[in-house]
């Protein structure tokens, strides 16, 4: 029904639609230099880039040679072209993406026409769907498509809620808890990703379940940030059901030992410090000795007393010892019993034992944090001073900036709060803390708007949302006291203090949270836990192996960080890191032990560099089987920046699959695809790149034959480059440096942002690049570069989307 | 702890053992809450109609589940034949289409999709996440007016976390394949993975009930602090960062209630005399049947009356070693025509249908009131894509389990071809007393009965 309407209007307005379709056409001859066609060979095939062009622009335009421009010339040229049925309509401007933006030809609209199937008319046979669909596609992108020397737009920066990682990390640097005992995120639902990565803001939701789990660790932090509790001061607290051995219960309760034997109690002393002891007590006398009573913690023995007193006045015998937090055993023992048999008979009555304390606020062994946070307090007078002199030290740190009046005022309401409902001082303190760590200004990191109605309003990030920006980037976790002096005396705002304080903290061991959540994530490491490979078809695949695989990655790219290394290693390198487990699994000999350390390669080594590492080429694989498919597509996503369309729904069955035999090869599968026109253009592409890698199984193990096939790694690309085994793609990757360069810094960029990179970033990828290109391609120089653009130093808002 | 320990007595045993007539043990909330909704019920008067949505990714090998005609029921598929002794308290519901899930211009994405529109009979956004935009899911419309009776307002469960890096499909982000209850458009609500967590959640860590009220009155001041907090916050924001925290501060609130409720009752939840599970375990079967165990002593206990399941995220590729399927899921799912692949596929179809059967099995021998569990409950089993090979959104694969609400069940429903699926929730949210004009694309409710 809506397509018959549809279709009506348009035969309806046929003229009127043309003359919108071509826009501008006819009027202006737009710059003649854009619209020539280029020679065949600029933009043919996997070419290098030119000069002018990103490797963006260079893949579409690629595009349009291989498909779109084949595809339009089918079936739009005949009547659209300047010399077609309809007269002067200029189709033919389209040649590539500037030509195409520059053709006064109305895009949107031919996209339109394009992908709801109005043109061509019914007429005639038209493109296929998953034809328009390459096409709309294609033309998304050149609507979109921003070329690198625009003005830089730095974009938005929605408030960002920690994400598990970053949670988990700011508690450790905010009060101590480390999280490879108490991981207080493990709780908290997973986070979802876009665009690769599990810090994007915008994909960063909060949840009632999220808020109940936030709300209890908070709780949990302060208490095992703080310990437990303590009322300090001499408060004896008897001791429970003293039981005893040799002895008998006396009646107002107690021990009567009558014999060599002790009273045993136990005391939980919340935190380690100095307590006072005392024992009640009295004896019945008898031979030349006082009874002589030892008392023992933890069964040591700590002292001892001559026990003079008598039953009707019982002695208190004292001691201060130091106690460890937990519980202890506290006993008193009847050391010199004496006994003649119907003369005389020494006994030892102990009726109570106490434990007063921790007597002194010195004595006390507090956890790292309690200082830290009760510090501020010294010197302020009185309940109430002191708490707002806690709370707001601890929001200053909590809210990554200084507090303001309003921040103190609002946690000192909830301290009155509590002392109001009957809450002790430290308790009402505590709770204080934990409102803290649930407000919206801890969980999230926003960045004030001067001129928040207007969303194209761009502004400078002030010194401290930087340094945190900074820091999670860096560090996944809040700045330390240096960054946030920095930001104090503004040092951090300009091109030099940034630089040192990025140097600073990438030096720190800190920056592991780098390594291991962009290398991970953009690597896809993480996926290792989750890839369900087949233990029957791998038996050697253990725990231990995927571990070592990860740790391959992770040391490789950590020591790039840290010797200031070329970022062209991840393509090839003569160097890897292995323990004796993956050296045994890569078939290298001569390691022993389960350390990991630096190896240099054979030469022809087909290892080195990050596609060949066990992870990668394990996480690219289907559960019993490689995928070059999966494989191909890495490298055109991770490494060169420029995946294919995904494949249409409803794949044809391929001509030889159906049958009742068993799965056809991987290779015989592919082959298929280069027969049917849908499937060539993205598999001529990904499939040799792909096949490139055969000979690794599934689990990144070298081989030569499969099922007793000799295994064949070779591939023609587009452009007639013959690969034979994959240190022919490392040769020609690496040729491409410009282009990984380019990805990699999107990659970065994105996960640096928390944002998804757009058309409008092009340009700043492009000058980042360019300059991390410059500075000997260090991956050190392409986190400064990130760091010191305009893109991450300043921001504008957003549009609403409805 | 004696009133604990009674408690915990009367709830003995978990399924067939536990003979929990839930009147009797209720809390007097849910009571009064039973005598409102009354009006859905018919045989078992006055109990509530739980319901539940479990989610099956990648499709079907659709030949082999097309259910037979049979004078007056349904004749068992190879794929459904594991109904076989639950047949008559299952509806097989045919002619039922996703509209929303296909492309409508949007290119490939039909595993995002198929799980982002499953439940919301929405279009998502095509973003691979700087703009995410769904719509709210049927089951988060039901907690909206259920779940103000019963503890929690809602529970989501899921066999798979999903990916954990890189792309989910085609451009969506993985917020689409890894959730299918949202609360608002731009909220999906996470699902719990691990069944002790899930037991927790439903019945509160047994340790720290003694300090219950007084935790309860502190949460609640310091919930209060956060919602001034985020308003003083989103005075310096632009409208579109203030959104974000809109989120937050609707989250809170909804804490902030539940708690509220909490100090009103001052009623420990009542945690069922039953082992809490230790984890996750290894072999799927175990983990599905577990979540689902934890899924059915939600609704016995009343502690929810809506509940969804992810079985696994679409597009998900994981394999099934218990039934000696090696190969991925996903990668199965596009066989090309390859009957070894589609042999493997009709495996795991029946193995999903499998655990489903046990799950209406164990709602079946539930005692509730004079009848059972399963009598008040309507359980949805089915998913977003028909076929997996060819991603088609019509023809879905629908179970409907149960006679909540007065459903007759036993039967093959079948539809005109292209009937909304949102139909089918209208139906269901008509059934247990909280109906709506439309959601979705529904052009109106399907007869039940």
């Known amino acids: 029904m809506r397509m018959c309407r549809r279709s009506l209007f348009w035969f309806g307005c046929l003229c009127a639609g043309a003359a919108v379709l071509l826009g501008l056409g006819g009027l202006a001859d737009p710059q003649p230099a854009l619209v020539q066609p280029r020679p065949a060979a600029v933009a043919s095939p ?207 309760g107690g021990v009567f030992l009558y014999s060599a034997g002790a009273a045993r109690g136990e005391y ?67 050391l010199n019993d004496y006994y003649v048999r119907d003369k005389a008979d020494r006994n030892l009555g102990i009726e109570r034992i106490s434990v007063a304390g921790p007597v002194d606020e010195a004595s006390v062994v507090r956890p790292w944090a309690w200082s830290k946070v009760f510090a501020p307090a010294a010197g302020a007078n009185g309940d109430e001073a002191q708490a707002r002199a806690v709370l707001g030290a601890f929001a200053a740190r909590a809210y990554r900036r200084p507090a303001t009046d309003e921040d103190v005022d609002a946690l000192l309401r909830v301290y009155r709060a509590e002392r109001e409902g009957g809450a ?19 969980l999230f990191r926003t960045i004030r708007h001067p001129d928040p109605a207007n969303p194209a309003a761009r502004y400078r990030l002030d010194a401290y949302e930087l340094a945190s920006r900074l820091s999670y980037f860096l560090w996944s976790s809040m700045p330390d006291e240096e960054l946030f002096a920095a930001a104090a005396d503004g040092s951090l705002l300009t091109d030099e203090g940034l630089s040192a304080q990025t ?131 890495f490298v055109l996503d991770q490494i060169l920046g420029t995946p294919p369309p995904p494949p249409p729904a409803d794949i044809p069955p391929l001509e030889q699959a159906p049958g009742t035999g068993p799965e056809p090869s991987v290779r015989e599968q592919l082959a298929a695809h280069t027969t049917m026109p849908g499937c060539a253009a993205c598999h001529n592409r990904l499939d040799p790149i792909g096949l490139s890698f055969e000979n690794f199984d599934a689990i990144g193990r070298w081989r030569e034959s499969e099922n007793g096939r000799p295994i064949d790694a070779t591939g023609v690309l587009p452009g007639g480059v ?52 410059a500075n000997g391609d260090r991956l050190t120089a392409l986190i400064e570069s990130i760091v010191l653009s305009e893109t991450f130093r300043t921001a504008r808002g957003k549009e609403l989307r409805r | 702890m004696n009133g604990r320990l009674s408690r915990r007595t009367v709830l003995r045993g978990l399924g067939v053992s536990m003979a929990l007539p839930w009147l009797e043990c209720m809390t007097p909330r849910a009571a009064a809450a039973a005598r409102v909704i009354g009006g859905g019920g018919a045989a078992a008067g006055a109990a509530p109609v739980r319901l539940a949505f479990v989610f099956m990714p990648n499709g079907v090998n659709y030949e082999a589940w097309a259910p037979v005609k049979a004078a007056g029921a349904f004749g068992l598929s190879p794929t459904l034949k594991p109904l076989e002794a639950v047949r008559s308290h299952v509806n097989v519901i045919t002619g039922l289409t996703l509209q929303n899930a296909r492309a409508n211009g949007d290119g490939p994405g039909d595993h995002a999709r198929s799980s982002a529109s499953f439940l919301t009979g929405q279009q998502a956004r095509k973003t691979a996440g700087n703009d995410i935009r769904n719509g709210v899911s049927i089951d988060q419309v039901a907690a909206a007016s259920l779940g103000a009776q019963t503890r929690l307002p809602s529970l989501e469960l899921g066999c798979e976390h999903g990916p954990a890096a890189g792309n989910c499909d085609s451009g969506y982000s993985c917020a689409y394949t890894s959730n299918i209850s949202w609360r608002d458009a731009s909220t999906p609500v996470p699902k719990i993975v691990d069944p002790a967590l899930a037991f927790e959640r439903l ?18 001041s310091v919930l209060d602090f956060v919602l001034a907090e985020t308003q003083s916050l989103e005075a310096s924001l632009g409208s579109h960062d203030r959104r974000k925290l809109d989120q937050y501060q609707t989250s809170v609130r909804e804490i902030e209630q539940r708690i509220e409720r909490a100090r009103r009752e001052s009623d420990a939840p009542k945690a069922p005399d039953v082992p809490a599970p230790a984890g996750i375990p290894e072999r799927i079967s175990e983990h599905m049947d577990l979540l689902f165990d934890m899924l059915l002593l939600a609704f016995q206990t009343d502690t929810t009356r809506v509940s969804t399941l992810m079985l696994a995220v679409d597009g998900s590729n994981r394999t099934f070693p218990e039934i000696g399927i090696r190969d991925g899921h996903h990668h199965l799912s596009h066989h090309q025509g390859n009957h070894e692949m589609i042999e493997k596929i009709r495996r795991i179809d029946r193995f999903h249908v499998e655990r489903f059967a046990r799950f209406v099995q164990r709602l079946a021998e539930t005692p509730e009131g004079e009848g059972t569990l399963l009598d008040n409950s309507l359980v949805l089993f089915g998913g977003g894509i028909s076929d997996g090979n060819r991603h088609n959104h019509e023809d879905l694969p629908i179970l409907l389990a149960g006679r909540g609400g007065g459903v007759e069940t036993g039967r093959l429903i079948e539809n005109p071809r292209e009937t909304p699926l949102c139909n089918l929730y209208l139906s269901m949210l008509e059934r247990a007393g909280c109906p709506r004009e439309n959601f979705g694309d529904s052009t109106g409710p399907l007869a039940l009965s």
């Open chain 1, 503 to 633: 140097r600073r903290m990438l030096k720190d061991p800190r920056s592991a949270a780098l390594v291991e959540n962009f290398a991970g994530q953009w690597l896809q490491l993480r996926n290792l836990d989750a890839i369900a490979i087949d233990r029957a078809s791998y038996p050697d695949y253990d725990e231990q192996l995927r571990e070592a695989m990860r740790r391959e990655a992770e040391f490789f790219f950590g020591d790039l960080l840290a010797m200031d290394g070329s970022v062209l290693a991840l393509i090839s390198s003569d160097y890897t890191f292995v323990n004796e487990r993956l050296a045994r699994h890569y078939g290298i000999e001569g390691v022993t032990g389960n350390e990991f350390r630096r190896i240099t390669l054979d030469a022809g080594s087909a290892r080195g560099g990050v596609l060949t590492m066990g992870a990668v080429l394990t996480i690219t694989s289907n559960p019993s089987r490689t995928s070059p498919v999966k494989r191909g597509l």
């Open chain 1, 268 to 334: 939980v002393a919340p935190v380690e410090g100095q307590y006072i002891i005392r024992v009640r007590a009295w004896e019945t006398p008898a031979g030349d000795e006082r009874a002589r009573l030892g008392l023992r913690v933890d069964g040591e023995q700590v002292t001892w007393f001559e026990v003079a007193a008598q039953r009707d006045e019982p002695g208190e015998y004292t001691v201060s010892v130091r106690l460890k937090a937990g519980e202890r055993r506290i006993s008193a023992h009847f």
């Open chain 1, 722 to 773: 013959a690969l034979s085994g994959v240190n022919d793609l490392k040769r020609v990757l690496s040729d491409r440096s410009d282009q990984f360069v380019e990805t990699l810094t999107a990659k970065m960029l994105t996960y640096a942002l928390g944002r998804g990179v757009e058309p409008f970033d092009r340009p700043a990828i492009r000058h980042i690049a360019v300059r991390t290109r």
């Open chain 2, 203 to 220: 019945f509160g860590d047994a340790t720290q009930a003694a300090a219950a009220a007084e935790r309860l009155s502190r949460r609640k």
């Open chain 1, 424 to 442: 002790t001082h430290e308790r009402a303190v505590r709770t204080g803390l934990t409102a803290a760590l649930v407000s919206p200004r801890f």
């Open chain 1, 46 to 252: 996997d070419q290098q880039p030119r000069p002018d062009q990103d490797a963006h622009e260079a893949e579409l335009d690629q595009r349009f040679q291989e498909v779109i421009g084949p595809l339009l010339k089918k079936h739009c040229h005949e009547c659209h072209a300047a010399d077609g049925i309809k007269g002067e309509m200029g189709m033919e401007r389209i040649v590539d993406v500037r030509s195409a933006q520059s053709s006064g030809v109305d895009l949107r609209l031919l996209r339109e026409m394009l992908s709801t199937g109005e043109m061509p008319p019914d007429t005639r046979p038209g493109p296929t769907e998953h034809e328009r669909l390459l096409a709309a596609q294609w033309l998304d992108a050149v609507i979109a498509y921003v070329p690198p020397d625009a003005p830089i737009d730095p974009g938005w920066m929605t408030p960002h809620r920690l994400n598990r990682t970053e949670y988990r990390l700011t508690l450790r640097d905010l009060l101590g808890i480390d999280p490879r005992r108490i991981d207080l995120s493990q709780r908290l639902p997973r986070d979802d990703t876009g665009y690769g990565f599990d810090n994007i803001a915008d994909v960063l939701t909060t949840s009632p379940l999220a808020v109940e789990e936030y709300l209890a660790a908070a709780e949990k932090a302060v208490e095992l940030a703080l310990g437990p509790e303590v009322e300090i001061g001499d408060n004896p607290k008897p001791l429970k059901a003293l039981k005893g051995d040799n002895g008998q219960p006396l009646p107002r």
